[in-house]
């Protein structure tokens, strides 16, 4: 079964409002269709948990139209292009963000949800790295990722009440936590007489 983009959307929709009343736990694919005023999802969608992967994956593709090489740009600091580019996700996530944000707050305390829905936080994670050009194999990409996914999810805390239209409190959490971040790689790869040194006085001086 087949449905179109604007069923889709609504299928979407519906689904995050359920998510926003504090129903998805107990919420049934059937009852996501009848929010959404369709009779039967059953071959459009694995189940509920299908319409998260199905509502992730139009995140990614809305993002992934906005991403042009521009956020590659070496002349642009790494921190900068990761920065518009997960200004970029939380926009396409607006629709549904009251939803999207009751399903981050129950997290840690939904396994099911957590095993399926971390994974393609990662996924995420690393296509943004990509659309950044900082993309790349092995332990130091993980970490990368995993690093940026909790930028992303303590910066969504702030986004669930931002209704700017400009998410400037979104933005400013996001540079503060990607400056904090960029320190610490900084200080890393100065190694340990950069972290001995007083503040405000270089390391080796």
């Known amino acids: 079964m087949t449905i179109g983009e604007e069923e889709r959307e609504a299928v979407f929709r519906a689904a995050m409002a359920l998510a926003a009343e504090g129903r998805w736990r107990d919420c049934r694919l059937s009852d996501i269709a009848a929010a959404a005023g369709t009779d039967d999802l059953g071959g459009a969608f ?3 948990a299908g319409v998260l992967e199905a509502l992730a994956e139009a995140v990614d593709a809305r993002v992934a139209e906005r991403a042009d090489d521009a956020f590659r740009d070496p002349d642009i600091p790494a921190r900068e292009r990761l920065l518009e580019l997960l200004l970029l996700r939380f926009e396409a ?3 549904y963000r009251a939803g999207v944000a009751a399903l981050l707050r129950g ?3 939904d ?8 994974p393609a936080l990662r996924r995420a994670m690393r296509a943004t790295l990509e659309a950044a050009g900082l993309g ?6 993980a970490m990368r990722a995993a690093g940026l996914a909790a930028v992303f999810l303590d910066a969504a805390r702030v986004w669930s009440g931002d209704d ?3 998410l400037a409190a979104t933005a400013r959490r996001l540079d503060d936590r990607l400056r904090r971040v960029e320190r610490a790689v900084l200080a890393l790869r100065r190694g340990p007489r ?3 040194a007083p503040a405000g006085e270089p390391a080796g001086e």
């Open 164 to 166: 700017s239209p400009d």
């Open 111 to 118: 396994p099911a949800l957590a095993a399926r829905g971390l």
């Open 136 to 141: 790349g194999r092995g332990p130091c990409a």
């Open 93 to 95: 996530m607006a629709p």
């Open 107 to 109: 997290l840690p305390r």
């Open 194 to 196: 950069s972290a001995a």
């Open 46 to 48: 694995r189940g509920k």
